[in-house]
């Protein structure tokens, strides 16, 4: 696992490009870095586009140095900055975007980012014949075809270190919280970051609570000499959900405080394993483009690198594996 492979040169690049879309993950800047010094140790020229597909309309493409990437392996965000381009959905911008590679001499494209930033990628390639490969960069890890994304382990440790706070006044005064953390359309970081940090429930997109169903088990636990619980809520599509549940049960007598995690689960030095995972996949990124590979996503399945077609990832998401939320349930049952 995370062995650089030696794949036959088929193309004779000079120059390639990375950008980074969509909301940063921890973990991409160690991308970045792998790209540029696997880059230069092929001879190609890498270059950086600033601020995701916004700045590759407007053309700001600007050269990396292998010195301009040193000490950034550690730090969080994205030294390219990133965007949520709402313009790059008319396939006209993905055209314009297209000729400033061009007119810059770029010939092939590294997109990290999350779903709808492969989708953009995809529709790219389709339309216009521009080589781009794909690494799966969010803290959700909801992408199709990878059971694994850069910054989903950084964006659980960070969701674990509050919840194991949060559980130290919990317990000191025998209360229940709801904790809400990042996942808008799938349950990973609820699910990982709840198993791991003991939550009583976990309530993620792919498995909603009955309120009343909820209020009646809280009740049991208590009866049965539980004094205080945990339950974590993935924030889903719909911003208020969990104020939501949390009303609800004081409606029912109960009095749970709401933390909600936020973007503090965006930022943050990346863990080692999201730095190799980044370095390996930034890597192969560009050892695959010289093979002629392209239209494509980077991803790990079994712990082994997997090409998974950008027409296979765009418009899908991943979901939460049964599994997962059932082991969650039964750890909980200390009653
Ligand atoms: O990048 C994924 C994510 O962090 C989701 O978990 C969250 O719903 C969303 O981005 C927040 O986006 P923004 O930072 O644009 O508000």
Redesign the pocket.
């Given at each position: 696992m995370f062995g650089l492979q030696s794949l036959p040169k088929k193309c004779d690049f000079n120059r390639i490009a990375v950008l980074t879309s969509?909301?940063?993950?921890p973990g991409m800047n160690a991308a970045i870095r792998a790209i540029v010094r696997t880059g230069h140790s092929e001879d190609v020229d890498i270059f950086g586009i600033q601020r995701g597909y916004s700045g590759l309309v407007e053309g700001d493409v600007r050269p990396l140095s292998t010195r301009a990437v040193a000490h950034i392996l550690q730090r969080g965000g994205t030294i390219l900055k990133s965007d949520?381009c709402d313009a790059f959905r008319d396939p006209a911008v993905r055209w314009q975007a297209v000729e400033q590679l061009r007119d810059a001499g770029i010939e092939a494209l590294v997109v990290i980012g999350?779903e709808g930033s492969l989708t953009g990628a995809m529709l790219m390639q389709q339309e216009t014949g521009f080589p781009v490969i794909g690494l799966p960069g969010?803290?959700?890890n909801d992408i199709y075809g990878t059971e694994d994304s850069i910054?989903f382990d950084t964006?659980v440790d960070t969701a674990l270190g509050s919840i194991d706070r949060i559980r130290d006044t919990a317990n000191s005064h025998d209360r229940l919280f709801l904790v809400e953390v990042?996942?808008?359309n799938s349950g990973f970081?609820a699910a990982y970051a709840g198993i791991a940090g003991g939550a009583e429930f976990v309530m993620t997109p792919e498995n909603q609570f009955d309120p009343d169903w909820l209020y009646d088990e809280l009740v049991k636990s208590h009866r049965a000499g539980k004094s205080s619980s945990l339950v974590l809520v993935a924030?889903g599509?719909v911003p208020g959900r969990t104020q939501a549940l949390a009303q609800s049960l004081i409606e029912r007598g109960l009095e749970p405080r709401v933390c909600i995690l936020g973007?503090t689960?965006?930022g943050g030095a990346p863990t080692g394993h999201d730095r190799m995972l980044a370095s390996y996949l930034g890597a192969m990124a560009i050892r695959h483009l010289l093979a002629g590979d392209s239209n494509i996503m980077l991803g790990i399945a079994r712990h082994q690198l997997v090409q998974v077609p950008l027409t296979d990832v765009a418009g899908k998401s991943k979901t939460l594996p049964p599994g997962v939320t059932d082991l969650a349930a039964v750890l909980r049952r200390s009653i």
């Amino acid at each position: 696992m995370f062995g650089l492979q030696s794949l036959p040169k088929k193309c004779d690049f000079n120059r390639i490009a990375v950008l980074t879309s969509g909301g940063d993950a921890p973990g991409m800047n160690a991308a970045i870095r792998a790209i540029v010094r696997t880059g230069h140790s092929e001879d190609v020229d890498i270059f950086g586009i600033q601020r995701g597909y916004s700045g590759l309309v407007e053309g700001d493409v600007r050269p990396l140095s292998t010195r301009a990437v040193a000490h950034i392996l550690q730090r969080g965000g994205t030294i390219l900055k990133s965007d949520r381009c709402d313009a790059f959905r008319d396939p006209a911008v993905r055209w314009q975007a297209v000729e400033q590679l061009r007119d810059a001499g770029i010939e092939a494209l590294v997109v990290i980012g999350g779903e709808g930033s492969l989708t953009g990628a995809m529709l790219m390639q389709q339309e216009t014949g521009f080589p781009v490969i794909g690494l799966p960069g969010t803290i959700d890890n909801d992408i199709y075809g990878t059971e694994d994304s850069i910054g989903f382990d950084t964006a659980v440790d960070t969701a674990l270190g509050s919840i194991d706070r949060i559980r130290d006044t919990a317990n000191s005064h025998d209360r229940l919280f709801l904790v809400e953390v990042m996942g808008r359309n799938s349950g990973f970081i609820a699910a990982y970051a709840g198993i791991a940090g003991g939550a009583e429930f976990v309530m993620t997109p792919e498995n909603q609570f009955d309120p009343d169903w909820l209020y009646d088990e809280l009740v049991k636990s208590h009866r049965a000499g539980k004094s205080s619980s945990l339950v974590l809520v993935a924030e889903g599509a719909v911003p208020g959900r969990t104020q939501a549940l949390a009303q609800s049960l004081i409606e029912r007598g109960l009095e749970p405080r709401v933390c909600i995690l936020g973007h503090t689960q965006r930022g943050g030095a990346p863990t080692g394993h999201d730095r190799m995972l980044a370095s390996y996949l930034g890597a192969m990124a560009i050892r695959h483009l010289l093979a002629g590979d392209s239209n494509i996503m980077l991803g790990i399945a079994r712990h082994q690198l997997v090409q998974v077609p950008l027409t296979d990832v765009a418009g899908k998401s991943k979901t939460l594996p049964p599994g997962v939320t059932d082991l969650a349930a039964v750890l909980r049952r200390s009653i």
